[in-house]
């Protein structure tokens, strides 16, 4: 240490150094995958190779020694237009790999040159400051490529300003390019080196560029630049009134205050530094939280907002209202130019859409696959994915380009997993601010947090939905099982009595046939044969009636699963159909083609179905005659309505499987277009009146086919008619 000497002007600059250094390495460590993170990094390490032999410089004694250590801090600033070109390509997603590692090159091979030779650093100077290198001629060649690659830095900035449009990335490339601007006031440490003694202060201007820089990386994900400035700018401001405007006086001072206070002056400066510095960081922090307040005064007011709508959401039962109603939420309260909400069907296993709102950005499709890129993306990271944050990282990781095209398909600045159990359960699908704001971590905080709660409550209403399908189905099946009772008995019943009927209607036939009908009077001749044609009616209605209660009492027992045929399941539902459907006032179509293979299923439900669409599908007709009669729906001139019911069955094969497709089609009224994907909820209806429908027989319809391995689609028009196809699997033997 013989060599060296205490210097307070080399304190602050080592200081520096080792914190420019730690950030660098803190950086890299949160996220090294990134490339914005590398290069950031490859910065403060060129600026620490600048900083540290400049502060041993102003520490040492002899200028032999102080010009080394001055020819090893160029070695590093050789490195540092380089490296913030590189970090600038890097950030605005630029190929410029070939100026990148040119620039490299030349930086090395030069830096050797100026460590190996006096080429550059020529002798040193004494300052007030302490020794300072000298330069000769082969700063011309220094200062070309350091100027050079700063202003291609710019000029990147610039171009790519002028060309993007998105409000949040146009205001990162603004306030990177004041950012840099600031840097660059560091080369006012090139002075000296000509003999213009200005202090040089350029390591203050590096550190408060890679401050606000580490700062909008770890907080801001590389967005948040405007607050990562303003607290940059209160720090500089603050730590240069409270702190370096008394070190500027006392430095000069230097004499006077040795003789005052002996020659351990710089103890009583440490100890004044030690208060000062106290001082300048509460009063920073008190400045910081007045001027974030200020800015962060409406994000503040929307994320209380959604804390407390996370807390209200277990409350809400109807599945529907909960997802309108989160979309519509979040759409609001944050600004959104778009929302949606993705949930899993776990019949198809795909992401359906559910609920959207907003007309700026349109989902690419209705469903997204489980094996789509960003599906997969969630599952590993479970956590929330930043569009802007993606298209940064993924020069680093090719695969993320993928996930960013998924992103983008989905018109998404934002996606939100909702996990139960590890089990990705949906996602919130969120476009970018209106207010051209982004989203920070404090906004991902709560919007996980609103998530984990939404997905608690979409379980909450799933498993409510579920069990008042479980009570509808009862009740359905109950009905049917009353039904069956009650026509059994009443079968038993009536069939007795159109017994009677019959057996008293062919004995009076019997009497009259046997009497001797010469001498009687013609007119009562005449109402003889008419009585016995009255008795011959009677008898056979009464033969119709029992054959009637036989079909309802056929039609109303549970049935079991076995071998049949799709011209059973027909049959069955017209001789029940018959009594409830004129089908002499309508045009009847059904078409069957023959053969058609055998199916494993319940007959009585099968035809519950079938029975069920043709009774609804007449109802749909009449009220479609009503409207016309009612002149609420007009005709053509000309025209007229006479209502239609099509049936017609083939054998089809999907992805390699034999399936009966059975298409029900009518024209009667149809369903209003935002009522159609609600017809197979329980208890939804369109029927004007309880007696006429409870909204239960297109949900039993589904399920008695989902339960035969099928499927059901619905496809309706107001005013022109509904159609239902169903896929049935055929039995394995005729499949």
Known sequence: MERYVFNAHAAPILLTGVMMFASGVFVLLKRPAASVNRNFFLICLSVTIWLIPTGL????????????????????????????????????????????RTGYLVAFLFGLVVVLTDWLVIDVRKFSW????????????????????MAASFNSLWLEYRKVREPARKNQIKYLFLAFALAYTGSVDYLPTFGIPVYPFGFISIFLFLSVVALTIIRYRLMDITLAMTRGTIFMVVYALVLGAPLLVALPSQPQIERLLGTRWWVWLWIACAILATVAHYSNLYFQRLAENRLLAEQRRYQATLRRASEGMTRIRQLPRLLKLTVSILSKTVGLTYAAIYLIDMGTKRYALQASRGKDGQPAGPAIEADDPLIQYLNVHKNAVVLEELHLQHAADPGLREVE???????????????????????????????????????????????NQAALAIENARFYEAERERQAEMFHTAQLASLGKMAGGMSHQINNRFYAECIMAGTLKGIWKEMDLAGVPEPVKQLILKTMGDLQKIENDAVRGGDIAKTLLNFSKPGKAARITFQDILKLSMEAAQFRVKFGEIDYEPVVVDPLPSLDGNLNQLAEVFFNLMSNAYDAIKKKQEAIKEGSLKLLAGQTYKGKLAISVSSITRNGVTWLQAVVHDTGIGVEAESVPSMFIPFFTTKATAEKGTGLGLYVIKKIIENHGGEIEVNSTYGEGTTFTMYLPVAKEAA
């Open 405 to 451: 095209l998924s992103l983008r398909h989905l018109g998404a600045a934002l996606v939100i997993p909702s996990f139960i159990h590890d089990h990705l359960l949906g996602f919130v699908v969120m476009g970018a601010k209106r207010s051209g704001g982004i989203y920070t971590d404090d906004d991902l905080k709560v919007l996980m947090t609103l998530a």
């Open 57 to 100: 410089g102003y520490l040492s004694i002899e200028p032999d020694l102080a010009q080394l250590w001055f020819k090893c801090d160029n070695f590093g600033v050789m490195f540092i237009s380089v490296t913030v070109f590189h970090f600038v390509t890097s950030f605005l997603q630029l190929e410029r790999r070939r100026a990148v």
């Open 130 to 149: 302490g020794y300072f290198p000298r330069w000769g001629y082969f700063s011309i060649v220094f200062f070309a490529i350091f100027f050079g690659y």
